[in-house]
């Protein structure tokens, strides 16, 4: 099953990397490259965590059985881990955004 994901991963890391030599060629800066990447990636996470705190706040009645000591709604635990989430995703999405800011636009179209 890995080597499915790696094959799909590989393909359309490939087309993404067409798509940006393309816009880089057209005359997209290196800032509106890295800004296109981090907003497709940070409004991903943004509505994962959004869905996720939903989700968390309808189950508070199971959590309510399970942990003592704190109210199953604290807004301070909900919004301490929505914020490290949202942080770990800008971490895991300022890599591909700077590797794709340095695409050689020549190099892109010229690899297929």
């Known amino acids: 099953m890995g080597w499915l994901v ?6 359309r890391r490939y087309a993404r990397t067409r798509e940006i030599g393309i816009r880089m060629a057209l ?3 290196r800032e509106d490259v ?7 990636g940070m409004g991903l996470a943004l509505v994962g965590t959004a869905v ?3 989700v968390a706040l309808l189950a508070t009645k199971l ?3 399970l942990i003592y000591g704190v109210r199953t709604t604290d807004p301070i635990i909900y919004t301490f881990v929505a914020a490290t989430l949202l942080l770990c995703a800008l971490g895991a999405c300022i890599l591909p955004a700077h590797h794709a ?3 050689d636009p020549t ?4 690899s297929e």
């Open 107 to 110: 190099e892109a179209l010229r």
């Open 52 to 54: 996720g705190v939903a």
């Open 27 to 29: 005359g997209a800066r």
């Open 34 to 40: 890295t800004h296109m990447i981090l907003h497709q």
């Open 101 to 103: 800011a340095s695409i």
């Open 63 to 65: 959590e309510a059985s």
């Open 6 to 11: 790696q094959l799909f991963s590989r393909r």
